[in-house]
């Protein structure tokens, strides 16, 4: 199922009620999600993410803008007309029914048409169980359950309605570090083998990188891009979904383009053919760092971090934007500082430039 | 650490608190299984006896309505429970979980009303009965007793700590509200229902002002009031043997209560309730 | 709006009941006790003004029951406070029989006050046979032979406390012993460390942490003892101005009420000067906490 938002806007009234003013949480929201994908909807905290999935899910009403399912508006309809399923983060299973009968409770619900028999009821659960492959756990009670083992459960109430779309509210986020990776591949699985159109929200980019096949990144309520993974990564639009995505995080100096070159502290780090002269942010992600004896880059030495595969270097700037550089190069090469100080030279597919006053992208 | 001489004082005072506490119920106990006669003759009491008897108990069913209080009180406890659970669960789940205007302004209300003593109220209470014509009733007996602030309050505060999301993931299954309150709140907060339960029980079991101000006809008294007939019109004001009986007989029912539900009811006194 | 419906319809029964029963008589109260000279067969009155009020502090009974219930609470709030305290300490100090002891001691929360009074009755009665229980004990440590039951009326005060005490302790016991189990054991291992002495760790650790609990149930305490009136009952029967044991309580009653009765007015304005003393022992207790009773 397609989905299609459109100037979705969300406003609250604020919580400190002396402030008149309106929290706009989701601002003029435009996206259109293709059918069968896996959507990776990434921003930090407070940024909207979950009021959009909110929206789509029907648990709030739309200030403004239009929702649409496929061809079919569903705007104003309730949660349950929706046919959408959806996992909180803290899995919200029913803490006194059975496996089996938090999976069942959606089904009762059913009316009219809709309505299952026992025997119905009973196929459909055991199919979304052996899905989730929760297949031993049918009698407990949710306490008696891991956290991922809860998170099968709760992704199995969701499907368990044939749901035409299925929404996850930061569903790793309650799992330790070897099991998120797990389950993430598991969910991967799971959204796979069903074709249902899944979107997904996270704040960690490193979890909707490995799993999305697109990634929307939003911040204040507003969308900064949309894209494949490797393509956000790689061309971002602005400065804050460069340093959004990527660990370490992207490294940015202040300096400026200059005679068709970009400078850092007036040293050419770059060519910039035909661009004029102006104040510009450069960000290098920390892969982008050779150490080069003679590299235009002189930076402070502060400390060498063994990583077994690779080796980071933790370095200063005058003109660096933050507390530490953080350089990532391979772990055979050796460091030798000279007086305190080592020096870099750029790979230039490493490095983005943004304007200095609007932080958007420069293409060179 | 403590040395054992504190040890042992500190055991003499609570075996001695223990001895206050228990010996008016063993005397009960033995009085009731003395004869008529040997408890009379006795100028020093006895502190055992070596022919107990349970005529005495034959005596207070037969010779006053014994077991007609019992039934009474079992009737006025079971209504008076069932529907005040009814309306507090009702109000307590408006109020949790629904949104509504006015909600706190009433909300707040209902607060002040707990301050509100019983004395002050009962006047009218008894006039208003009285007017209605519900005297020796048991709709009358009930009645006023089937709200309780207290209660809403405290189901209101257990319902509120269930987590949001559970609402909404129901929300989202297409429950309705009332499903959601009988599927999911109530089983949730079934500790906090018995234990309001429990307590009301007590309560109306204990009911002593109430019944005595809205009944006169011996048909319609609860056990404190039959309790209180049977001393002063019962077996003869000196039959103090079927007296201590039906005193047994009265006070089993809340003991065993409290045996089997001794931790419940502990706590759950301890979270709320005070002698009344 | 529906939901306000579903609401509002929820909320309708306990808004009717306590409409009917709460509010309604708070605002009548009110009323009768101003109404002077209210005939409760005619419903009629014949003036408003305070000589119900007048009426009421002039009655010998009333002042009887006055000075009578100012008694009971003197003597049996903080002697049962007191020695809920003391049980509660040492309860809290011991692990074997601990059960036990809690269950035991919380039984006569669950008895029913009239049924246990009379027991209490019986061993406090002299009769032609016997000079009771009580009594007979303390001959044996060279005391008079005394009925307290209806014997002169310090006889009759002592049983009366004994009882209130006996009534009461269940509920205070159990709340200090929480009260205790809720101070964080740190705080003694660290008083340990210090070799701070027992009773300096007691009114310098113990005592402060669970003051909130101690005033909640003096407050308690108060409102409950000057309300008393089953207990009373338990043990001199229903005509309790004859036996000189009345409380305000069991005067508002026996107004309304029985052989005296009849008189919502006077029974109303006994109410409303009773409402008035608690209200202000209340807020005095309130304004000696703030000084006293520490806070987290």
Redesign the interface.
């Known amino acids: 199922m397609k989905i299609v938002l459109q100037h979705l806007t969300k406003r609250f009234p604020n919580r400190n009620k002396k402030i008149k003013e309106d929290v706009i949480a989701v601002n003029d929201f435009d996206l259109e999600i293709p059918d069968g994908k896996l959507i990776g909807l990434l921003g930090p905290s407070g940024c909207g993410k979950s009021t959009v999935l909110n929206l789509i899910?029907?648990?709030e009403k739309p200030t403004e803008g239009r929702i649409f399912f496929g061809e079919t508006e569903v705007t104003d309809l309730p949660?349950?007309?929706r046919g959408?399923?959806?996992v909180?983060?803290?899995y919200?299973l029913?803490?006194?029914?059975s496996v089996y009968d938090n999976i069942k409770?959606?089904l009762e619900?059913?009316r009219g048409s809709e309505k299952l028999t026992k025997e119905e009821m009973d196929a459909r659960i055991r199919e979304v169980v052996s899905l989730v492959q929760i297949d031993g756990l049918l009698e407990r009670k949710p306490n008696e359950l891991s956290g991922g083992q809860q998170q099968r459960v709760a992704i199995a109430?969701a499907l368990v309605?044939m749901p035409q779309v299925l929404l996850l509210d930061e569903p790793l986020s309650n799992l330790d570090a070897r099991l998120r990776i797990q389950t993430r591949e598991e969910l991967k699985r799971i959204q796979v083998e069903t074709g249902i159109t899944t979107i997904f929200v996270t704040h960690d980019q490193e979890e909707a990188m490995s799993i999305s096949d697109t990634i929307v990144v939003m911040k204040d309520g507003v969308l900064q891009q949309q894209g494949e993974p490797q393509e956000i990564y790689d061309e971002p639009v602005n400065l804050f979904v460069a340093s959004f995505l990527g660990t370490p995080k992207i490294n940015v100096f202040t300096g400026e383009i200059k005679n068709g070159q970009v400078c850092i502290d007036h040293m050419p780090v770059l060519e910039a053919n035909g661009q004029a002269d102006r104040e510009v942010l450069v960000a290098v992600r920390p892969e982008g760092f050779v150490l080069d004896e003679n590299g235009p880059l002189s930076c402070g030495f502060v400390s060498r971090e063994v990583m077994g595969r690779d080796t980071s270097i933790v370095a200063t700037h005058g003109d660096f934007q933050g507390e530490r550089i953080r350089a990532i190069i391979p772990s055979e090469q050796e460091v030798s500082p000279e007086n305190g100080m080592v020096r870099f030279s750029l790979k230039p597919h490493k490095v983005r430039i943004f304007d200095a006053k609007t932080q958007t992208r420069i293409k060179l | 650490m403590?040395t054992s001489k504190e040890?042992y004082l500190?055991?003499i005072?609570?075996g001695l608190?223990?001895l206050?506490?228990?010996f008016?119920?063993y005397?009960?106990l033995l009085?009731s299984v003395k004869s008529y006669s040997s408890y009379?003759?006795?100028?020093?009491?006895v502190f055992f006896t070596l022919k107990p008897t349970l005529e005495n108990y034959a005596t207070a069913f037969t010779a006053v309505p014994l077991a007609r209080y019992f039934l009474n009180t079992l009737v006025f406890t079971l209504a008076t429970t069932a529907i005040m659970m009814?309306?507090?669960v009702?109000?307590a789940?408006?109020?949790a979980r629904?949104?509504?205007?006015g909600?706190n302004l009433?909300f707040a209300l209902?607060l002040s009303?707990m301050m509100?003593?019983g004395?002050?109220?009962?006047?009218?209470?008894?006039?208003?009965i009285t007017n209605l014509n519900l005297r020796n009733t048991f709709t009358g007996l009930i009645?006023?007793s089937?709200?309780s602030?207290f209660y809403?309050y405290l189901l209101k505060e257990n319902f509120e700590q269930i987590?949001d999301?559970?609402y909404?993931?129901?929300?989202?299954?297409?429950?309705g509200?009332l499903?959601y309150l009988r599927?999911?709140m109530l089983?949730?907060a079934?500790p906090t229902l018995v234990t309001i339960t429990i307590l009301k029980v007590?309560e109306c079991?204990?009911a002593?002002?109430w019944p005595?101000?809205i009944t006169d006809d011996q048909n319609y008294f609860l056990?404190?009031g039959g309790?209180?007939e049977i001393?002063?019109n019962g077996f003869g004001r000196?039959n103090?043997p079927a007296?201590?009986a039906?005193?047994v007989v009265?006070?089993v029912p809340?003991?065993v209560?409290?045996?089997l539900f001794?931790h419940k009811?502990?706590e759950g006194?301890?979270r709320g309730?005070?002698?009344? | 709006?529906k939901?306000?419906l579903?609401?509002?319809l929820?909320?309708l029964?306990?808004?009717l009941?306590?409409g009917?029963?709460?509010?309604?008589?708070?605002v009548?109260?009110l009323v009768?006790s101003f109404e002077e000279g209210y005939n409760f067969a005619s419903r009629s009155f014949w003036g408003t003004g305070l000589y119900n009020y007048a009426y009421v502090l002039h009655d010998p009974f009333f002042i009887q029951a006055l000075k009578n219930t100012f008694i009971i609470v003197i003597i049996t709030v903080p002697l049962s406070t007191g020695?809920a305290l003391?049980?509660s300490l040492?309860?809290s100090?011991?692990k074997a029989?601990r059960d036990f002891?809690?269950?035991?001691?919380?039984?006569?929360?669950?008895?029913?006050?009239?049924?246990?009074g009379?027991?209490?009755?019986?061993?406090f009665k002299k009769?032609a046979?016997?000079?009771g229980?009580i009594s007979?004990l303390l001959q044996i440590f060279g005391g008079p032979s005394v009925d307290f039951i209806d014997g002169p009326y310090w006889a009759k005060m002592f049983a009366m406390c004994v009882y209130t005490i006996?009534?009461?302790?269940?509920?205070k016991i159990?709340?200090l012993t929480?009260a205790l189990a809720g101070v964080n054991p740190m705080y003694y291992k660290a008083a340990q460390v210090d070799a701070t002495p027992k009773w300096r760790i007691f009114y310098k650790i113990t005592l402060p942490m669970i003051s909130p609990m101690i005033f909640y149930l003096v407050i308690?305490g108060f409102?409950?003892a000057f309300?008393a009136?089953?207990d009373e009952?338990a043990l001199f029967?229903?005509d309790l101005n004859a036996a000189g044991m009345n409380t305000i309580?069991g005067y508002?009653?026996d107004m309304?009420?029985g052989n005296s009765g009849g008189y919502?007015s006077y029974?109303?304005a006994a109410?409303?000067i009773?409402?008035a003393i608690?209200f202000t022992i209340t807020v005095i207790n309130l304004m000696v906490s703030r000084k006293t009773v520490f806070y987290q």
């Open positions: 899910c029907g648990l949660p349950e007309k959408v399923g959806l909180f983060q803290n919200a029913y803490p006194h029914l409770f959606p619900n059913l109430r309605k | 403590k040890k500190i055991y005072l609570l608190w223990a206050i506490v228990l008016p119920f005397w009960m009085t009379n003759s006795e100028y020093v009491p009814v309306v507090v009702l109000s789940f408006a109020f629904l949104e509504f205007r909600k009433v209902f009303l509100i003593p004395e002050l109220v009962i006047i009218t209470n008894y006039v208003t009645l006023p089937v709200t602030v809403i987590p999301n559970l909404k993931a129901a929300k989202v299954d297409g429950t509200d499903r599927k999911v089983p949730i079934r007590i079991w204990n002593y002002v005595r101000l056990v404190s309790i209180q001393r002063e000196e103090v007296m201590m039906a005193v009265i006070s809340l003991v209560l409290f045996l001794r009811i502990m006194v301890a309730g005070t002698k009344g | 709006m939901k306000d579903t609401a509002w929820c909320l029964p306990a808004i009941f306590l009917i029963f709460m509010i309604y008589p708070l009548d109260v009768y020695i003391l049980i040492g309860l100090s011991v029989l002891f809690q269950t035991v001691f919380f039984l006569p929360y669950v008895t029913n006050t009239l049924a246990v009379l027991v209490f009755m019986i061993l009769t046979y016997s000079d229980l007979l006996w009534i009461v302790m269940p509920f159990l709340i929480s308690t409102i409950g309300k009136y089953s009952v029967g229903t309580v508002v009653y309304l009420y919502p029974a109303s109410a409303l009773l409402f608690v």
